[in-house]
């Protein structure tokens, strides 16, 4: 077994979900519960098929991501594994609708930061995802002004009143 890290960069103004699912209606699936869920995101995913002719399927409304997900997709070639680039959108505003669709499985991350897949990759040349690395390593813990601006920042989104 050998471990193979992908790195991703995120499109700019985009955030990546990385997750796996179990079955080919993943790709309709998850794109109709991305458009019934926010109206006006952009978004592009990829879906690697597990057997039969195992395929790279993707979808989306935006051109660009969906080739950048198909794309990223094939690189990964882990089976059941899909990537979804969102713009005009934050994950919170899709995910739990994600991981309503009864394929998915699980989420590996949800964010805008630069990420690297972790792989484990068998002598036969399948490969399996075993983690993700989002972002940096934790710098300290947060004081009395970091919670202030934490706090300020979400009211600033409107995710806090």
Do not use: W
Request: proline content about 4%; hydrophobic content about 40%.
């Amino acid at each position: 077994m050998k471990i193979i890290n992908v790195k991703v960069n995120v499109p700019p103004e985009c955030n990546v979900i990385i997750g796996q699912s179990h079955f080919i209606k993943t790709v309709e699936d998850i794109h109709e519960a991305i458009v019934n869920t926010v109206p006006n995101v952009k978004f592009g995913l990829g879906f690697c098929e597990a057997s039969g002719p195992c395929l790279v399927r993707h979808s989306g409304n935006d051109k660009i991501l969906q080739k950048k997900a198909a794309e990223l997709a094939f690189e990964v070639s882990a089976g059941h594994f899909f990537v979804i680039f969102i713009k005009n959108a934050y994950p919170i505003n899709i995910l739990n609708r994600i991981k309503d669709v009864y394929e998915v499985v699980n989420i590996f991350a949800a964010t805008a930061n630069p990420i690297e897949i972790i792989l484990m990759e068998n002598k036969e040349g399948n490969r399996g995802v075993i983690g993700v690395i989002d972002g940096s390593a934790s710098k300290g813990i947060e004081k009395e002004n970091d919670i202030k601006e934490r706090k300020e920042l979400l009211r600033k989104f409107g995710y806090k009143s």
